[in-house]
């Protein structure tokens, strides 16, 4: 089978990350967390003040930062300034200001850039909020995974109970719904739907499931084969 580039975009808690590692592990590409890049430039920010409105002082950050993504023991890593940042990344502090730092103009073009190198040749699942609609729109297969805002919040809470994170599931809500408005709204690629992207609802399936039917959308790609909404 040809090495696609698959696009998987979808709004805060939709499962975008989880599905788009299985299907790298069932087709043998490799894996790109987007987000990861932007939770790393956020905890940067944080750790130095450097307020999350300062649109200058982001994008010279982004561009004086190295960010590496390393697939070790069957998990990816991630890596800020040779910083393993895996763990920190990964609290709600450093999400609610990565989805600032994601409105950045400056910081996208930098990121998008090196999205754009890494997944130019293609064999890889990557996942975002605009990968196929502004980082790779020619990719050879585009899903769009969603899931009601009320399933999302409950994914988001038991992530972070597993964790040991003490958050209020209401609140988790009304953070999902804000983090909704601020993607759709904000100037700089919002979260849209590319034309030619399957939605995939995940409300009411496992992620095997999902996973086994975007890994049939991605053998009907190569072989030609319509894709149906």
Request: net charge neutral; hydrophobic share 45%; charged share 30%.
């Amino acid at each position: 089978m040809a090495a696609l580039i698959i696009a998987i975009d979808g709004p805060v808690g939709s499962g975008k990350s989880t599905l788009a590692r299985r299907v790298a592990d069932l087709l043998g590409y490799i894996y790109i967390d987007t987000g990861a890049m932007y939770r790393a430039v956020a905890l940067k920010a944080l750790r130095r003040g450097i307020s999350l409105e300062a649109d200058g002082p982001l994008a010279a950050l982004a561009g004086e930062t190295r960010i590496d993504l390393r697939a070790e023991d069957g998990a990816q890593r991630v890596f800020l300034d040779g910083e393993d940042v895996t763990a920190a990344i990964r609290t709600p502090q450093v999400a609610q200001a990565a989805s600032k730092v994601a409105i950045n103009a400056g910081v996208r073009r930098v990121l998008v850039a090196e999205q754009r190198r890494a997944g130019e040749r293609g064999g890889v699942v990557m996942e975002g909020r605009d990968i196929g609609s502004v980082v790779f729109p020619d990719a050879g297969l585009k899903i769009f995974l969603t899931a009601s805002a009320a399933t999302r919040a409950e994914r988001r809470w038991r992530e972070h109970r597993e964790k040991g994170d003490a958050i209020d599931l209401r609140r988790t809500l009304d953070e999902i719904h804000e983090r909704d408005r601020r993607d759709r709204e904000r100037a700089s690629s919002p979260l849209v739907r590319a034309a030619d992207a399957v939605i995939v609802d995940s409300t009411a399936m496992e992620t095997e499931e999902v996973a086994r039917l975007v890994v049939m959308l991605a053998q009907g790609a190569c072989s030609g084969v319509p894709r149906g909404e």
